[in-house]
């Protein structure tokens, strides 16, 4: 069964760190691009971090840039998310994806494998 299978979030405090793992089950992900997403309550999903299959040039959207890193592990078939300097408005369910295309970028609906689902929760 293929699967994305994410870890790590939980709490933090403003201004913590927290990094995301998620990790490719059943398959390779050497040629998919693949994405971090996040919805808050009531927030449509939007796309945080992108990173494309050649680990070329990667998406930030401008409320994580410099904050957020985005990297890929092709010998452990993961992808990390590091988030660093939090915020209370980065409180969301954090979801990793992947485009077997290897389009990726931030629309949603290109990827076709979608993680779990974390919760990162930031307070004062």
């Known amino acids: 069964e293929v699967q994305l299978v994410q870890s790590g979030g939980g709490e933090a405090q403003d201004g913590g760190s927290l990094t995301l793992s998620c990790a490719g089950v059943g398959f390779t992900f050497a040629d998919l691009s693949l994405g971090w997403f996040r919805q808050a309550p009531g927030k449509e999903r939007e796309a945080v971090s992108c990173i494309s299959s050649d680990n070329g040039p990667s998406y930030y959207s401008d409320s994580v840039k410099g904050r957020f890193h985005i990297s890929r592990d092709k010998a452990k078939n993961t992808v990390y998310l590091r988030m660093n300097s939090l915020r209370s408005e980065d409180t969301a369910v954090y979801y990793c994806?992947?485009?077997?295309?290897?389009?990726?970028?931030?629309?949603?609906?290109?990827?076709?494998?979608w993680g779990q689902g974390t919760q990162v929760t930031v307070s004062a």
């Open positions: 994806a992947g485009d077997r295309h290897g389009i990726g970028g931030r629309p949603a609906h290109r990827y076709d494998y």
